[in-house]
């Protein structure tokens, strides 16, 4: 079967109830038919459920449909993305461990590396997404451990030739993490390059609608292992109810990215061609410095496309007020078109010097772009800069 019908039809055993859509297993904690069973449990003689932080039906359904899409072995699902990102690094790095990442990642990951991981002498090597195999082959030290990538990144959309990596990582036995959240597995599979770990904010693309937090880490079962002794203990859990949602996202996620791809495509060409609008990036389009790694990787350029605009963040204020239709938030993969910029949101917290080394400008507007009409975002966003242009120039 093709992972699309895969998706729909793999739920949770159905019950006496004989319900067609999967039950909802909102429950702390499950109960032991004997002691001798209980007993069993945890020591692992026998497997099942026994606490919903450890293990959940509903949880596991999402996380078994994630690993079907990723072709993955196994995985652990967490109550956000961040949640997931930590426990991809955390639950497998140790004290004295080195680690290899890519410098275009999003603020909380890179709080992260430099600010928490440091605390526990894990030490760091950043480079560029497009430095050649030579620089990050020459950034492997005897004590590297794993390589830690975004591609595409946020916001920048910097692509990381995942290829590369994979055989970087095979030759010196590097573990290969890839945050694969902005593609989704609907435009690209790590695995297919040699990742051991991929991870995912469920709470973007996959639910789709704005409505849940989530995260979740597939990949090898011996990673994963780690990791879910790592989440068990430290408690991350992702709520039944939100997997519950997460689940049934999933069904529709093919569906979905192809309609925001098609859209953010669109949307990317006509304002590459507005007068007002300064710079324009998407991995599909034939100015993005990596178009062709682009192609080679992803089936289809993703929802995101960033602008840069003339003018500071006077001028981004006032494009801002004057579009009508895009929501204004930090937080993006929804069905609504949103708009953000990232050098005093989600990258504020970085130094100047860091928001420059990663091309967040004052000006910097991210677009998630969403479902509506395509032709009424076009419409919208031209006049917005048209307007925010001319208001910006008289001032």
Not at 346 to 372: C, D, F, M, W
């Amino acid at each position: 079967m093709k992972k699309q019908t895969k998706v729909i039809r793999t739920q949770t055993t159905q019950t006496q109830y004989r319900e067609h859509s999967s039950p909802l297993f909102l429950t702390s904690s499950f109960t032991f038919e004997t002691a001798e069973q209980g007993k069993a449990l945890f020591d692992e003689t026998e497997q099942g459920n026994l606490y919903s932080r450890f293990s959940n039906p509903t949880v596991q359904e999402f996380v078994d449909k994630v690993c079907m899409l990723e072709d993955c072995e196994d995985g652990v699902a967490t109550a956000t993305g961040m949640a997931a990102v930590f426990a991809s690094l955390a639950g497998i790095l140790q004290a004295g461990d080195h680690l290899i990442a890519s410098r275009a990642l999003f603020g909380s990951a890179h709080q992260i590396i430099t600010q928490i991981l440091s605390k526990w002498n894990i030490t760091h090597t950043y480079l560029d997404a497009s430095a050649p195999e030579a620089d990050w082959e020459a950034a492997v030290q005897p004590n590297t451990r794993m390589i830690y990538i975004e591609t595409p990144s946020n916001p920048g959309l910097e692509l990381v030739d995942m290829e590369m990596i994979g055989r970087l990582c095979k030759k010196h036995n590097l573990i290969f993490n890839v945050d694969n959240c902005f593609a989704t597995p609907a435009l690209q599979n790590p695995v297919d390059f040699g990742a051991h770990l991929v991870v995912h904010s469920a709470t973007k693309f996959m639910e789709g609608q704005g409505r849940v937090l989530g995260g979740v880490v597939v990949g090898e079962a011996e990673y994963i292992k780690p990791l879910r002794f790592f989440c068990r203990q430290t408690g991350p859990s992702m709520s039944p109810f939100n997997a519950w949602v997460l689940s049934k996202s999933l069904e529709t996620l093919d569906l979905r990215m192809e309609k925001h791809c098609d859209n953010a495509l669109k949307l990317a060409q006509a304002l590459e061609q507005h007068p007002a609008v300064k710079q324009v990036n998407y991995p599909f389009l034939p100015s993005h410095p990596q178009h062709e790694l682009a192609l080679r990787q992803m089936s289809a350029g993703g929802a995101i496309v960033t602008i840069d605009l003339e003018g500071g963040f006077e001028r981004v204020s006032a494009f801002m007020k004057a579009l009508q239709i895009p929501s204004l938030s930090s937080n993006l993969g929804d069905t609504r078109t949103i708009v953000t910029n990232p050098y005093t949101t989600t990258h504020s917290k970085l130094k100047p010097e860091e928001k420059k080394a990663l091309g967040i400008t004052e000006g910097l507007i991210r677009i998630s772009v969403g479902l509506e009409a395509v032709e009424d975002l076009i419409e919208d966003f031209a006049q917005a800069a048209e307007v925010s242009a001319q208001l910006v120039a008289h001032v």
